[in-house]
């Protein structure tokens, strides 16, 4: 049987850029394997500044994986139908979690969390992987108030502040 997925859409990629941790971004939750979808990836290097950043830690992160999104069936009708009102990446994302029971990995909540719900998907927003990272001590508590402080000055909405002010809710992971 093959490992469980955490599969990262675009605003969490960005955040870590951002925050100055993508390279800690797949030793949060390591008991899981951290793939990103091309068509989030494209989403990501539409950008000059997150492009150079994304393709350099890829070439080095040998646990952070691209993974070809091309559905097939019910998943590509399905897959049409969310982009009528989500992102292309977004919905990839939904949709492979959904047929592969995997995790996503998205600070999107407003579009994502219905349904997830709806599908019995589980997720994890920026926050969860910070307040695991702080939990395990792979980032300190002055590590992720920066972390955060840097996302909100480029332009990030973040729920908190200060990580000590997160209520983290149960994961299922």
Known sequence: MSKTKIVIDA?????????????????IFSGYEHIILDVVLNEVRKHSDTRVAIDNHLRHLKNLKVEEWNPEGMMKKEYFELTNNKGKGESACLIYCKYNKDVIASSNLRDIAAYCRENEITYVTTMDFL???????????????????????????????????????????
Request: positive net charge.
């Open 131 to 173: 307040w695991q990272a702080y939990t395990k001590k792979i980032m300190s508590e002055d590590d992720c108030n920066e972390f955060i402080k840097k996302v909100i000055e480029a332009g990030s909405k973040l729920p908190n502040t200060k990580i000590t002010a997160y209520s983290p809710r149960e994961l299922f992971l």
């Open 11 to 27: 605003d969490v990629i960005i955040h870590f850029l951002r925050g100055g941790y993508l390279s800690k971004l797949h030793t």
